[in-house]
């Protein structure tokens, strides 16, 4: 009966170390892996802003004020802030918009205030290319840019990485394919040139993604065999079924741009030989940029609406889960220009966080 005793007991205490552990394990490695992108335009004359007092515009949209008020985003405690609620809502990393002129970065205070808060708040980060204008560094810029961007952050412990290498997101493959033309080399070369830069900084490579919609000229010839390793996109206003002629009108209402997402989604998923980070919205309403809507653009999502994108966006993950890596990055957090953002505002408060945490995070 002795013996009986301590071999129930250790049994029972078998499992209950193996239901900690598990519990540990799903603690620490949750199911989803959530970004959002950044926009660094918020603060006054910050260097290269197209508006020396970016906010003047949004205050015609006071429901677009944020929890923080006008802040600046070059001060290191407004970040600090959004990464502890992006942290506490099931937002594993931030994608910076990252722009550069021929020889320097403009536009990164809010990315230097990251640098200097991060530190044990758990989100870690990457930079999106914004590469939407044509470059003209030339060679000099160009290697200057790409040893900026590994010495002072593919190295970095808490930069994000996919099997070891650093992700970097491309916004234009037409500007990428444009900068090798004018650099008389093949665009296979440039992504040569930054693996090679990584590599001789102990990373295994760059974790290149190239944001397309569905069209079969990126999808299935250029983003391959130039070398890029996964797709995905800032946003999406047409659904794309390979080719042009095989499209969704450009989208007028948050349903229709649900509609746009679901084509391109299914499209790269079924037809893309790489991996695909889901990209993900939370609307589009230019206003403040642009004027008055036209018949063309979309109007703002209700919360009910977000929610259920978000939920096709789980299942897509589900559905594809090597494919996808459940990973996915909504846009944005803080475009309020664009009318794209899940930041707390004065109006909505922590609903869209809210939201997003329901979906992913498991709370």
Known sequence: MIF????????AALVAVVSMLLAIGAHAAPIYRIGVYYFPGWTDGAKG?????????????PERKPVLGWYRDADSSVVLQQLKWMASHGISYVVFDSYWNKDEPFLDQALVAYKKVKSGVGVSYSILWANHF?????WGGFNKMINYWVEQHFVDPDYLKVDGKPVLFVFSLDEFSRMASDLNVSVENLVNRINQAARKNGLPGVYLVASTPGLAHWVKAFAPKA??????????????????SFATPKAHS???????????WKWILENGDLKYIVPMTSGWDDRPWR?????????PSTLKQFDAHLREARALMDAYPMKTMRMGVICCWNEFGEGSYVEPTVQEGFQRLQVINSVFGGK
């Open 254 to 264: 948050f349903d229709s741009l649900r509609e746009a997402y679901r084509v391109n």
């Open 291 to 299: 004027g008055e809507h036209t018949k063309s653009e979309q109007s």
């Open 4 to 11: 009986r005793s301590v071999r129930l007991n250790s049994l």
């Open 227 to 244: 070398g890029f390793s996964a797709y995905s996109a800032y946003n999406y206003h047409i659904g794309y079924r390979g080719e042009s």
């Open 134 to 138: 044509h470059f003209e560094g030339g």
């Open 49 to 61: 802003l197209n508006l020396p007092y970016p906010w003047a515009p949004i205050k015609k949209y």
